[in-house]
């Protein structure tokens, strides 16, 4: 029979990089589980990726165990990554920070892929081209589907 699921927590931690202090320890704790096992399982899940902010989803158990789902990283610090700044503008509308192309949009697009809500990768594109816009990233070049 399978176990009740009593709730979904969400954090973002990094990669190999787990460790029992907040904010990872008192989310897990308040709901009464395991945070030295969640660590030590996440951080031998993410040792290829050391450092890298990931998203996890963590299904709770009413037994006080869990299930954990490691997302990709998210779109706005691979854009960041992308156009060698640290955050974005402040005014995005206003200030541009930097600029990324439509070959590095594809490349996140194409990471981004089995998280985002589309099939197609120029569909993945343009909601990375929007998130790259609302950061105050100009993004370079002519989009590869207006020919």
């Known amino acids: 029979m399978a176990k009740e699921i009593t709730g979904y927590l969400k954090l ?4 190999g990089q787990a460790n029992p202090s907040p904010p990872i320890g008192p ?6 589980l395991n945070i030295m096992e969640f660590c030590k399982q996440f951080n031998a899940r993410t040792q290829d990726k050391q450092g890298v902010v990931l998203p996890v989803l ?4 009413s037994d006080k165990s869990f299930d954990f789902v490691i997302k990709t990283p998210p ?3 691979l854009l960041a990554e992308a156009s060698k700044t640290k955050k974005g503008s402040a005014e995005p509308n206003r200030n541009k920070i930097g600029s990324v192309t439509w070959d590095q949009i594809r490349t996140i697009a194409e990471t981004k892929l089995p998280d985002l809500n589309t099939l197609k990768i120029e569909s993945a594109m343009k909601q990375i081209a929007g998130t790259a816009r609302s950061m105050g990233i100009t993004v370079t070049g002519k989009a590869p589907w207006e020919n």
């Open 58 to 61: 963590i299904t709770i158990y």
């Open 12 to 15: 973002q931690v990094k990669g």
């Open 27 to 32: 989310a897990l704790g308040s709901k009464g």
């Open 75 to 77: 779109a706005s610090i």
